[in-house]
């Protein structure tokens, strides 16, 4: 109930709102790399692999990682990537703090700094990356074409925005193994390991009502992006889009 006496509604099945997805995240911070690797079979690695590939990094790039939550994108950039610099960003910092631990080990020349900044209103100038990247972050904003204005606004001429995501299997009987395995498994491992599932659910509802590759492509091509493509990993569990300004 509002100050004013009217009911907040509750947010739809997936729906992202701030705190929501906040509560979720700072919540399930500890547990997050052990779910990862446990609901991927460890496939992830191989998709943030591809993502940095497709990222065409230069020893000069200045890279801005968005909703880098524990930091597995943002340290793969820098292993595989080795860009000039990584500015690696979330807005809960129990999250960005696991990057912070990770980084710490870090050996390469690859500078690494971290701030919290929420990505559909980012505290950095126009013009100032060569490659924006974000790994399953785009799904839980709630208004992504803030995000979509902000990244077009903060990248050159010519720059990148990569982003990797869930999206949509195109053939309907793994489709449908695949929605089995969100609704059941995920739910259950979350639940063992951070003794909530109510968060999973959430994640698994996010997932099925994100839209599907083409539609995405439009809300880019939308913000101005000069070109869009996508590549479907795993059958199109996910898609990597690549947005060039
Ligand atoms: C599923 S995790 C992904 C983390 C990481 N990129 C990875 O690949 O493992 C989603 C992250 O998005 C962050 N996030 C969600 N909404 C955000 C927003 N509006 N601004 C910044 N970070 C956000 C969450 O805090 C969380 O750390």
Redesign the pocket.
């Known amino acids: 109930m509002s100050d004013n006496g009217s009911v907040t509604p509750e947010p739809a099945p997936g729906q992202?709102t701030?705190d929501r997805?906040?509560g979720i995240?700072?919540a399930i911070?500890p547990s997050?790399d052990r779910f990862?690797r446990l609901s991927s079979l460890g496939i992830?690695r191989w998709w943030?692999r591809k993502t940095v590939r497709l990222a065409q990094l230069r020893p000069k790039s200045r890279v801005l990682?968005?909703?880098?939550?524990?930091?597995?994108?943002t340290m793969a950039i820098a292993r595989q990537g080795e860009p000039a610099s990584i500015m690696s960003?979330?807005?809960?910092p129990e999250?960005?703090e696991i990057g912070r631990q990770k980084a710490a080990l870090f050996e390469g020349t690859t500078r690494i700094e971290f701030e919290v900044?929420?990505?559909?209103d980012l505290p950095f100038g126009d013009d100032e990356f060569d490659v924006v990247t974000?790994?399953?972050?785009v799904?839980?904003?709630?208004d992504r074409a803030a995000?979509f204005r902000e990244v077009h606004r903060v990248l050159r001429s010519g720059g990148r925005y990569v982003i990797?995501e869930f999206s949509r299997p195109r053939l309907k009987p793994f489709r449908a193994l695949y929605h089995f395995y969100l609704r059941t498994v995920i739910p259950f491992l979350g639940g063992m390991l951070t003794g909530d599932r109510s968060g999973f659910d959430y994640?698994n509802e996010s997932i099925l009502a994100f839209p599907s590759q083409v539609t995405l492509s439009a809300e880019l091509h939308k913000a101005g992006f000069s070109s869009v493509e996508w590549h479907d990993l795993t059958f199109g569990i996910v898609a990597v889009h690549v947005a060039v300004k």
Do not use: H
Request: hydrophobic residues 45%.
């Open positions: 992202p701030t997805v906040k995240f700072s911070a997050y990862n992830d943030r990682d968005l909703a880098a939550g524990t930091g597995d994108l960003t979330d807005f809960v999250m960005l900044a929420d990505a559909q974000i790994a399953f972050g799904r839980n904003l709630p995000n990797l994640l």
